[in-house]
C-alpha cells in the first residue's frame, strides 16, 4: 500500500475497507495560493477499517475525524475504527427518521417499488432537494465545523459521511469555499467520487433485486453518483438565499475574518 506523509504528496493509497479515500491538498485558490497536502482529507466511512488501512490512517498525524453520518447510518454499517491520538466528532448532518422509508426500498423494495421511487427522474430531483436542505438546514453544523478547524490542534483532519460523496461532499465544498479555492476546482474534486474504485458499495436486502442488474442500476445510480447538478444546485442555494459566498459564510455560518484568515494560514500555501 502506497503511503504519504502528512507534509509531502504521493500516488493515492489503496485503502481495503475505506472507500472513497483521498487527500484535498493542491487544489488552487483564486489568489494563488493552494491547499496543502496532508492537512485536509475526505472519505467514505471508517467502520470498516483493515488493520492495514489503519495503520495508513494514523501513519497521516491526524488530530480529528468529524463523522457526519446519522444514528441510522451507524447502525447499519457500524461506528468507526477508534485510531490513537485522534478526536472523534460525531456530526449528524441528516435526520435519521427523515427518509427512513426511502431508504429502506432502496435496500429492500422489489423492482415495482423502486420504479416508484426513483423512476422518471425522481431520483435526481431527490438528490437536488437534499444538497438544498443540507445548505439550508444545516448552517449551525457547518459553522461549528469551521470554528473547529479554525483551532490548529484540530489539524491534520479527516471528514466522512457514509460514501463520502454527499455530506462529506457538501461539507469540503464549504471549507474549499472558506479558503478562496476557484470553483471548477471544486467541483472536480467533488466529482472524482465517481472513480469506480471510490463508489460506495450499495447494499440490498437478501431477497431483494440484486443492485448489479442493469435496470436496478439505472434507478439506483442517481443516488450513488456524484452530478454537477447536485453540487451546482447547492452553490445556487448559497447565492439565492445569502447574496454571495460571503455573506453566508458571515452570516449563515458567523465565519468571521479573523477566523477565515486562520483557516487560510493553516490550510493554504504559496504555489511553487
Known amino acids: 500500500m502506497t503511503q504519504q506523509s502528512p507534509q509531502t504528496a504521493s500516488a493515492e493509497p489503496e485503502l481495503t475497507g475505506v472507500r472513497n479515500f483521498r487527500d484535498v491538498g493542491g487544489l488552487p485558490t483564486a489568489d494563488g495560493r493552494r491547499v496543502r497536502h496532508g492537512r485536509l482529507f475526505r472519505s467514505g466511512h471508517l467502520a470498516h477499517t483493515t488493520d492495514g488501512d489503519a495503520e495508513f490512517l494514523a501513519s497521516l498525524g491526524l488530530h480529528t475525524v468529524f463523522d457526519f453520518r446519522n444514528a441510522a447510518d451507524i447502525k447499519l454499517e457500524g461506528p468507526d475504527v477508534a485510531l490513537p491520538g485522534v478526536r472523534n466528532i460525531t456530526m449528524p448532518l441528516s435526520d435519521p427518521a427523515s427518509g427512513a422509508e426511502f431508504w429502506g426500498i432502496v435496500r429492500d423494495g422489489d423492482l415495482d417499488a423502486l420504479r416508484k421511487i426513483l423512476g422518471d427522474g425522481k431520483a435526481a430531483r431527490r438528490m ?41 461532499g457538501t461539507s469540503i465544498a464549504i471549507i474549499l469555499l472558506a479558503l478562496g479555492v476557484e470553483r471548477a476546482a471544486i467541483e472536480a474534486d467533488y466529482l472524482a467520487s465517481n472513480a469506480a474504485h471510490r463508489r460506495y458499495r450499495v447494499k440490498r436486502g437478501d431477497n431483494a433485486e440484486p443492485a448489479a442488474t442493469p435496470e436496478v442500476m439505472e434507478l439506483l445510480s442517481p443516488l450513488f453518483e456524484a452530478r454537477a447538478e447536485y453540487l451546482a444546485s ?27 484568515e486562520r483557516l487560510r494560514e493553516l490550510f493554504l500555501e504559496d504555489a511553487s
Open 128 to 168: 437536488v432537494d437534499a444538497y438544498v436542505r443540507i445548505i439550508l438546514d444545516r448552517t449551525e453544523e457547518h459553522g461549528r465545523m469551521l470554528e473547529l478547524l479554525a483551532e490548529e490542534e484540530s489539524v491534520p483532519a479527516l471528514l466522512h459521511c457514509a460514501a463520502g460523496k454527499d455530506r462529506a
Open 234 to 260: 447547492a452553490f445556487d442555494t448559497i447565492e439565492s438565499h445569502w447574496g454571495s459566498v460571503d455573506a453566508y459564510l458571515s452570516e449563515g455560518l458567523g465565519l468571521t475574518p479573523a477566523r477565515r
